[in-house]
């Protein structure tokens, strides 16, 4: 296998290499999927990157032909209006994958929200496997299925939640996306919780009011709330203490 070259560079906030990638991230997500064969079929045409926070992964690095496994780190996808506002659609960390096979690439941002480390992979090559690998195939169908349920329930927080329960739940959601501190310290991704009930935050306030259809103002003033009734604790700007729970559940009005 061809060794990655340290002096190759990818621009626009990042640094390549053709490494097929062998750590946690890509075994839990598609790459523990493929065959030994296929793996070697997608690391002879694939490249890894390093991305810098805030770098724009589909227009600047180019890679609206290629399908993007994250290995390391957290993105922001949004959809922007003429005006410049933007509304962030879901948030992705390892080992998520971005880009659909068989379907054109979104009308979207995707832009890296921390330092992260992405597996390129053309389109085409992911396509040829997938028609021969029926698990594959199967874990991309829960996929998307999975996609559309947290759509939905996106769309009930902004459509049908007041403001401070739409903080909870984002609070809740961010400590539920890695259930143990061994995946979150494994994935490195910034979402993990680094002892129980500690959350650390890949988002700016700003960001999450892009995210939760609030201003700024509004969501320093739930978070003092919340702070204040005892739920959770700020260590530091983007690190929270989920003190209780059960409240907190009640506040998100589950």
């Known amino acids: 296998m061809k060794q990655p070259d340290p002096d190759s560079t990818a621009g626009a906030g990042g640094s390549s290499s053709p490494l097929c990638p062998t750590c946690v991230e890509w075994r839990c997500g598609v790459g523990g999927l493929l065959t030994a064969e296929e793996s070697r079929q997608i690391a002879a045409v694939s490249t890894r990157r390093h991305v810098s926070p805030g770098t724009e992964l589909m227009s600047a690095l180019n890679l609206h032909e290629s399908c993007v496994a994250l290995l390391r780190g957290v993105v922001k996808i949004s959809r922007l209006l003429t005006d410049g506002r933007q509304q962030i659609v879901s948030l992705k960390a390892a080992p998520d994958l971005l880009g659909s096979p068989f379907a054109p690439p979104g009308e979207v941002s995707v832009r890296a929200v921390t330092e992260a480390e992405i597996y ?26 999975e996609d559309l349920s947290e759509a939905e329930a996106l769309l009930l927080t902004l459509g049908r939640k007041t403001a401070r329960e739409r903080i909870a739940t984002f609070l809740l959601d961010m400590a539920g996306r890695f259930r143990s501190a061994e995946l979150g310290k494994r994935c490195d991704c910034g979402l993990a919780i680094s002892e129980p009930g500690v959350v650390d935050l890949p988002l700016t306030r700003a960001e999450i009011g892009d995210f939760l259809g609030l201003t700024f103002e509004t969501v320093s003033r739930q978070f003092a709330a919340l702070r204040k009734d005892g739920l959770i604790e700020f260590t530091d700007a983007r690190r929270v203490s989920v003190k209780d729970r059960t409240r907190l559940r009640v506040a998100a009005g589950c």
């Open 120 to 145: 390129c992979v053309p389109r085409p090559a992911l396509e040829s496997i997938v028609l021969q690998n029926r698990v594959l195939e199967h874990r991309l169908h829960l996929r998307a299925l």
